[in-house]
């Protein structure tokens, strides 16, 4: 089902033309613009696939192209990430039960030489911290690339229905999407920032000083991207917490059912229950009230609330309850989730017998943290470290997101799960940095990446900064 | 005090442990990371008796014989899936005729065949420009993880001992004896040294002063493998030379497993673009299908090559007693059981009756090169 009303989005004015898609044979409307998923969903599709040993049935989970839960075959191609491919006028998708078999009558193709785009600086990643980084690397001077694998730019503040806090020039008071709105209207400004869509960074290389990253365009296209620095701001992917059954078909990643009805106007489903009680379960809880969708509780583990306490009011205000010191023990229903069995926990976190409680839901949203996605750090020889505080292995870096290797930066939610606030301003700093360390930039900029430091500071000084700040001193070196 | 010290945990190694464990010898293999990490686990896990020349063809139709036998003893998998050499010029034909000749006289059944029997075997085969194949259907492969495992465990149940991260710093000798070996985990005495550290025996050679000439030496080779497809769609070793020495077959998981032949001396193991790009290249054009399959991971692995591509196995008569065993130039994993089976007979009896004079270690020293033994990745 599609959204048509909403408080703040308006989705008429989105879609794009009316085009026809093909699930296992069958019709189906779809919309320029939206990836292949999203289609199906609003269509009532979450089957996407049956696992090849079991045969469990497979739906949607992280919706950003991170997991391999919507891989379906897209025009005979199998293992297609349908949740960051767009429709196309009759295309014909089927669901994966086995492994592919591969035609015999395949023509041998023509090779093409990749295409080379050669930059001072290669963006991987345009969220908050990619964009930030590809403005003010240009301001200072620099010709730069910048690439991501969905088909729009803003990561992840294209779903993001709240309104930001801070101060104004960290865009305090508004929200999300307007953020990736004007971010991008900033980056089109600028006539020496190149924007490629669609194309995943595959590989990050080291030719001697300069840096190579291997890219692949709408899944077929080889692209070479060469810089003489590197930003890597992949941002993060979303955790899964055991349960019996927590592979069914409407166990949605909380980005996932943003991405859904906050970018592409499709109902995630009737009945929600969402498990954990941070700043996103919070918002999202919210989020999906805004959107008609009923909220039957928040689950929470942890004996508090883990999110602002403005958030949590606003929550029950509306009615949902929040289940502290609870945890979900599994999820039912045959080919979806049908309803979720929830316990209360005691204090060694074990299921206390007799507390269970049923939720009739279609959803459970799974708000249980991010970790950081560093494959192609790890990849070119980045040095790892362990750091829970930050969400699980990050890189090394020094104070300008410079990483172990000379010409590597990092910036956003791949240095560390944060908040989009922090990702923005560590983006203007590897933007500088890179710039600065490509020799492009004048030295004038280093107060500009002071002035983005101290606001860092401030922002983490909150009683929320406590957690980055111990993770930070493991891992920023002089 | 152990009577044999292998030098080198890789398939070689701990098949030859098991070999002479089985022989009552008390043994032991030192290996400076974990069993299988240096070139065997990296390796393309084919095996196969399509050589050139008498000595390698009749070696390895008994490793084949051994390799069928330990893989039922001990429970690993190895398929006798053949081997396809695709052939597209008159030229290699009549090189294939004449190596299908000497295989058969020594009961190998190689045989040629025509595009379209070809493309029964493997229905994904491009044929376009393929004017002929050699077929054996009795070569195969084997899972080198379970198998090298395998030999490990049978070795240890037999009470050898394998000593893992323990890096070999120096070999004492005195008066051409050998006393004992140097390690980061302390001194090992014995009498008897085996080198069996394939890309790395020069190092070793050096320790123990070996006062001859043995080429060996280490070139970077990678190899790929893709998203898992259905199995059976590629069973054989699929080669071709005209595609840059490619190889390439479907491991039991379903993921298409090779290479081509792009090798960079010495000791760096970074994997490459360009590799990735060439062999993205040469295998579409092998098998079309190919196109719609992802990489997952591109990694690289030692070949130890020797000038004439045989490896050098054989008793140093300066050195009482050492033994060099390497030198594979990529047929390491496949020899490793025959290998393991002679090497076993060189030190409890002093002869086996397999020809292994084809790889004496004195042949450089001597000038006495074999022809290049037919190579390919």
């Known amino acids: ?478 | 005090m152990s009577e044999v010290t292998i030098i080198g945990g890789g398939i070689t190694g701990v098949a030859l442990a098991y070999e002479l464990a089985k022989r009552g010898y008390e043994v032991t293999v030192l290996e400076r990371r974990f069993i299988g990490s240096g070139s065997t686990f990296r390796c393309g896990t084919g095996i196969r008796q399509q050589f050139g020349d008498e000595a390698n063809i009749q070696v390895m139709k008994r490793s084949v014989e051994l390799w069928k036998k330990y893989s039922e003893d001990f429970g690993f998998p190895f398929t006798q899936s053949g081997y396809l050499f695709l052939l597209y010029s008159e030229e290699e034909i009549e090189d294939f005729k004449n190596n299908i000749k000497l295989q058969n006289k020594f009961g190998v059944p190689t045989r040629l065949i025509t595009p379209e029997e070809a493309k029964e075997i493997v229905p994904l085969l491009n044929i376009e420009d393929v004017l002929a194949a050699s077929w054996n259907p009795t070569d195969g492969k084997a899972d080198p993880f379970k198998a090298t495992m395998a030999f490990a465990r049978e070795a240890k149940e037999l009470g050898a001992k394998i000593y893992e991260y323990t890096e070999v710093k120096d070999i004492v000798v005195e008066n051409g004896e050998i006393k004992g070996v140097k390690t980061n985990k302390g001194f090992f005495s014995t009498g008897t040294v085996v080198n069996a550290t394939n890309a790395w025996a020069k190092l070793i050679n050096a320790m123990a002063e070996v006062p001859i000439t043995i080429p060996i030496e280490p070139y970077k080779h990678q190899a790929i493998i893709t998203q898992p497809m259905k199995s059976g769609q590629i069973n054989p070793m699929v080669i071709s030379f005209k595609h840059r020495d490619a190889y390439l077959t479907q491991t039991a998981h379903g993921g298409i497993v090779g290479g081509v032949g792009l090798e960079e001396h010495g000791y760096d193991l970074t994997p490459t673009y360009e590799f990735l790009k060439e062999v993205t290249k040469q295998f579409i054009q092998i098998i079309p299908a190919l196109k719609d399959l992802r990489i997952l991971r591109v990694w690289a692995g030692f070949y130890a090559k020797t000038p004439d591509s045989n490896p050098a196995i054989g008793r140093i008569n300066e050195i009482d007693e050492y033994y060099i065993v390497a030198g594979f130039s990529g047929h390491g994993f496949m020899m490793a059981p025959v290998v393991a089976e002679g090497v076993a007979d060189l030190i409890t009896k002093g002869k086996t009756n397999l020809p292994f004079w084809w790889y004496d270690p004195y042949r450089f020293e001597r000038g006495e090169l074999r022809s290049k033994a037919i190579q390919m990745g």
């Open chain 1, 1 to 478: 089902m599609r959204l048509t009303e909403h408080p703040i989005l308006n989705f008429q004015e989105r879609r794009g033309k009316k085009v026809t898609i093909y699930f296992e044979g069958q019709p189906i409307e779809a919309y320029e613009g939206e990836t292949i998923v999203m289609a199906l969903h609003a269509a009532g599709i979450r089957v996407l696939a049956h696992t090849f040993q079991k045969d469990r049935p497979r739906g949607l989970f992280c919706a950003i192209g991170k997991c391999a839960s919507c891989l379906m075959t897209v025009n005979g191609i199998p293992n297609v990430r349908t949740c960051i491919t767009l429709v196309e006028d009759g295309m014909q998708i089927t669901k994966q039960k086995a492994k592919p078999k591969l035609p015999t009558t395949a023509k041998p193709p023509k090779w093409k030489d990749p295409e080379k785009i050669d930059a001072d600086i290669v963006i991987i990643g345009g969220g908050p911290a990619g964009l930030m980084a590809a403005i003010y690397a240009s301001d200072a001077g620099a010709k730069v690339a910048l690439l991501d694998e969905n088909p729009m730019l803003g990561g992840q503040l294209v779903k993001q229905t709240h309104k930001f806090f801070g101060k104004r020039e960290q865009f305090a008071g508004v929200r999300g999407v307007k953020i990736a709105d004007i971010l991008e209207e900033e980056v089109k400004k600028r006539e020496n920032i190149k924007v490629f869509l669609e194309t995943s960074a595959i590989a990050l290389l080291q030719e001697d000083d300069t840096k190579l990253v291997v890219g692949v365009r709408k899944n077929k296209e080889l692209v070479e991207f060469r810089g003489k620095a590197v930003i890597v701001a992949t941002g993060a992917m979303e955790r899964m917490i055991p349960f019996e059954n927590n592979d069914l078909p409407g166990i949605y990643g909380a980005g996932a059912i943003q991405t859904l009805m906050n970018t592409y106007g499709v109902k995630p489903g009737d009945r929600v229950l969402i498990i954990g009680a941070g700043n996103v379960g919070l918002i999202l809880a919210y989020q999906l009230i805004q959107a008609g969708v009923e909220v039957k509780a928040i689950v929470e583990a942890l004996p508090k609330i883990g999110g602002y306490f403005v958030h949590a009011a606003k929550v029950r205000r509306l009615g949902v309850p929040i289940l502290t010191r609870h945890t979900i023990l599994r999820a039912e229903g045959k080919e979806k989730v049908e309803r979720a069995i929830v316990a209360q926990i005691d204090e060694n976190w074990k299921p206390i017998p007799g507390t269970e409680k049923v939720f009739e839901v279609d959803v459970i949203a799974l708000a249980v943290g991010l970790r950081p996605s560093i494959e192609l750090l790890h990849q070119v020889g980045c040095q790892i470290k362990y750091a829970p505080e930050l969400g699980g292995h990050v890189v090394i870096r020094d104070k300008r997101l410079e990483t172990t290797i000379k010409g590597i930066f990092v910036a956003g939610d791949s240095a560390g799960i944060e908040e989009a606030t922090t990702a923005m301003l560590e983006g203007k700093i590897a933007g500088i940095a890179a710039a600065l360390s490509a020799g492009i930039a004048s030295p004038e900029w280093l107060k500009e990446i002071e002035k983005a430091q101290k606001e860092l500071d401030e922002f983490r000084s909150g009683p929320f900064g406590r957690k980055v700040l111990k993770g930070l001193e493991k891992v920023v070196v002089e």
